[in-house]
Nanobody, 120 residues
């Protein structure tokens, strides 16, 4: 069984910073792509950033230059450093991982979500 646990959300003023973490645990053999998505109130979930196992990153245009995705393969963890936060970044943030279990079966997993609120 595999579990993804997120941490690091909260309330921050505009211009502030937060760092999200998402750690996978359980019967894991390897992890491929890791992504961060977000779902603003009343809107659809959208891709924020992604990182391959080799460290190649992609970003949504709205966060490029402000957010940084990184990963620690030894810890099965993905991070999202968010700087220069704006009120429009307010959303529930979800991590997503494409991983292979010890039974050699590939699954895609979601974290439980972390609320990020940017407000003065």
């Amino acid at each position: 069984q595999v579990q993804l646990v997120e941490s690091g959300g909260g309330l921050v003023q505009p211009g502030g910073s937060l760092r999200l973490s998402c750690a996978a645990s359980g019967s894991i053999s390897s992890i491929g792509d890791m992504d961060w998505y977000r779902q603003p109130p009343g809107q659809q979930r959208e891709l924020v950033a992604g990182i391959t196992r080799d460290g190649i990153t992609t970003y949504a245009g709205s966060v490029k230059g402000r957010f940084t995705i990184s990963r620690d393969n030894a810890k099965n963890t993905v991070y999202l450093q968010m700087d220069g936060l704006k009120p429009e970044d307010t959303a529930v943030y979800y991590c997503w991982m494409d991983l292979t279990t010890l039974s050699s079966i590939s699954y895609q997993y979601w974290g439980q979500g972390a609320q990020v609120t940017v407000s003065s």
